[in-house]
C-alpha cells in the first residue's frame, strides 16, 4: 500500500505540473514512445492474467499457464471481431469516408483487448494483478492516442493537447510592437449576414499591427479540415511560430493570420459552401471580411487577402478564390480535393447544394478556371510526398490555374496528409507568399 500511495502521489504532482503549463513543451510526436506504451499496456493485461503474478505450479511445466491458454483466445478473438464489427459501420454509416493506415485498426484491437481482458483478472486474489489489469486499458489507451497523433501531427507538445494554445486577453497587447513577436488572440466574427452557427477563432496580430501600419497589413484567413478545429493552425500548423520567424527577420512585420471555423464542430464538413448545413459561403466571405474591417481595423484589399487552407480547408481556399476575386486574390491549398465532394456525386449533390446542379456546378474549380481569366490571382498547390493520391490532383489544378491566367506554384514536402507536412509547407512559402502580399 505504501507504493501505491508513492505511485498516487507521483501521479498528482505531474498532473498539477502538467495542467499549470510547466510541461506543455514535451513533444508528443515519438513513435519510440507510443510503441513503448502499447507494449507495456500489453505486458501489463497479460501479467495480470498469471496467478498471483507467477507461474503456479501446474502451469511450471511446458507450456503457457492454462489461464493464459484459455484467456488469450477469447479476448483476441472478441477484439478481433469488434474491431471489424466497428470499421463496418464507420463506413456504412458515412462518418468515415478517408482512407485510414491499416495500423489503425490493429492498434484498436489492442485497445478492445486490454478492454476485454480486465475483468478476467479482477475477480482472482493479488493487489499486484488487480494493479496490472487496471493499468492495461490506460495504458493501451495513451499508446494508441500517441499513435495516431504521430500519423496525423494533432498536438505536436503536451500543451496543445492540454489545450494550452498560448493565446492571451486583448486588453494586455497593447505595446507589442518592440518585441518583434505577436500575440495571439480570440476571436469570433458575428455571423450578421449569414446567420452561420460557428464555433469561435483567434486571430495573430503581428508586431506591426500595434503601429500606424495597421491598416494596411495584409491579411491571410486560414481553415482547417474536417475532422479538425480553428485552433489546429496555430498549434499543429505552426503557423504563429512561422509568422514570428518571418515577423523577427522583417521588423516585426508580417500578415495577420485569421483562423476561423467554416464547419461548425469538429466532424462537420460544409465545404465552404452554402448549403443544407449552413450559410458557410456567405459567414466566410461577408461576416469574416466584415470583422476584419469593422473590428481588426484593416481596410479590405483583395491584392493583400489571401486564403489558406488544409485539406478540405484547402479545397475552400481554391473555391472561395476562384468565387470570389475581388476578396481575396492569393489562395494557398495544401493537400485539398479537386472540387468540393461528401462522399459520392449524388450525395455531394444533396447534402452540399440541396440538390441544386446550378449551385454545385458553380463551385467546380475545372469549369470555373476553364470559362474565366484570373489576372493578378496567385496560388500555391501543396501536397506531401506521403501522401500520392493528391500529387496528381494538385499537378492538375496548378496547370489548369495557369492556363486561367494564375501565377500558379506546386511544392511537395516531406509528410503525408497530415499537419507534420502543414508545418514544413507553410514554413517553406511563407516568405514568398508574403512577397506577393506586398510584404519584403
Do not use: K
Not at 501505491?4 to 505531474?14: K, S
Not at 496467478?51 to 503457457?64: C, F, N, Q, V, Y
Not at 521588423?251 to 449552413?278: H, I, Y
Amino acid at each position: 500500500m505504501p507504493a501505491l500511495g508513492a505511485v498516487a502521489t507521483a501521479g498528482a504532482l505531474l498532473a498539477g505540473l502538467a495542467l499549470t503549463g510547466r510541461l506543455d513543451r514535451i513533444p508528443l510526436l515519438s513513435p519510440a514512445l507510443a510503441d513503448t506504451l502499447e507494449a507495456l499496456g500489453a505486458g501489463a493485461l497479460v501479467g495480470s492474467w498469471l496467478p498471483g503474478g507467477r507461474l503456479s505450479a501446474a502451469a511450471r511445466g511446458p507450456g503457457l499457464p492454462r489461464r493464459l491458454t484459455r484467456t488469450l483466445p477469447v479476448v483476441a478473438g472478441s477484439a478481433a471481431a469488434l474491431t471489424g464489427v466497428g470499421a463496418v459501420l464507420l463506413r456504412v454509416t458515412g462518418t468515415v469516408t478517408d482512407p485510414y493506415p491499416l495500423s489503425f485498426a490493429l492498434w484498436a484491437g489492442l485497445l478492445l483487448a486490454a478492454a476485454i481482458g480486465v475483468p478476467f483478472a479482477l475477480p482472482g486474489p493479488g493487489a499486484v494483478r488487480r494493479g496490472l489489469a487496471g493499468a492495461a486499458v490506460p495504458l493501451t489507451l495513451a499508446g494508441a492516442v500517441l499513435l495516431v497523433n504521430d500519423e496525423y501531427g494533432v498536438w505536436p507538445t503536451l500543451g496543445d493537447l492540454l489545450g494550452h494554445t498560448g493565446m492571451v486577453d486583448a486588453s494586455s497587447v497593447a505595446g507589442r510592437a518592440a518585441s518583434h513577436r505577436g500575440v495571439l488572440v480570440a476571436a469570433d466574427p458575428p455571423a450578421l449576414r449569414s446567420h452561420f452557427r460557428h464555433r469561435p477563432g483567434s486571430v495573430y496580430l503581428p508586431a506591426a499591427y500595434f503601429t500606424a501600419a495597421r491598416a494596411d497589413l495584409p491579411v491571410i484567413i486560414m481553415l482547417a479540415g474536417t475532422p479538425g478545429s480553428p485552433i489546429q493552425w496555430p498549434t499543429s500548423g505552426g503557423a504563429v511560430r512561422t509568422a514570428d520567424a518571418y515577423a523577427t527577420a522583417h521588423r516585426g512585420r508580417a500578415p495577420v493570420l485569421l483562423f476561423v471555423d467554416q464547419n461548425g464542430s469538429d466532424t462537420d464538413d460544409t465545404e465552404c459552401v452554402d448549403g443544407p448545413q449552413g450559410n458557410a459561403e456567405t459567414f466566410l466571405t461577408a461576416d469574416v471580411p466584415a470583422y476584419v474591417r469593422q473590428t481588426l481595423g484593416i481596410r479590405s484589399d483583395p491584392d493583400r487577402w489571401a486564403v489558406a487552407g488544409f485539406s478540405e480547408g484547402g479545397t475552400c481556399a481554391l473555391d472561395l478564390t476562384l468565387g470570389h476575386p475581388t476578396l481575396f486574390r492569393h489562395l494557398v491549398d495544401l493537400g485539398g480535393d479537386a472540387q468540393p465532394a461528401l462522399g459520392g456525386p449524388a450525395h455531394t449533390l444533396a447534402a452540399l447544394f440541396g440538390g441544386s446542379v446550378a449551385a454545385r456546378d458553380a463551385h467546380l474549380p475545372t469549369r470555373l478556371l476553364a470559362g474565366h481569366r484570373y489576372p493578378g490571382v496567385t496560388a500555391w498547390f501543396g501536397v506531401g510526398i506521403g501522401d500520392p493520391d493528391r500529387i496528381p490532383v494538385a499537378h492538375r489544378l496548378a496547370s489548369l490555374a495557369g492556363a486561367a491566367g494564375i501565377d500558379s506554384r506546386e511544392l511537395t514536402v516531406p509528410g503525408g496528409h497530415n499537419w507534420q507536412f502543414v508545418t514544413i509547407a507553410f514554413a517553406q512559402l511563407m516568405p514568398a507568399l508574403c512577397g506577393q502580399l506586398g510584404l519584403s
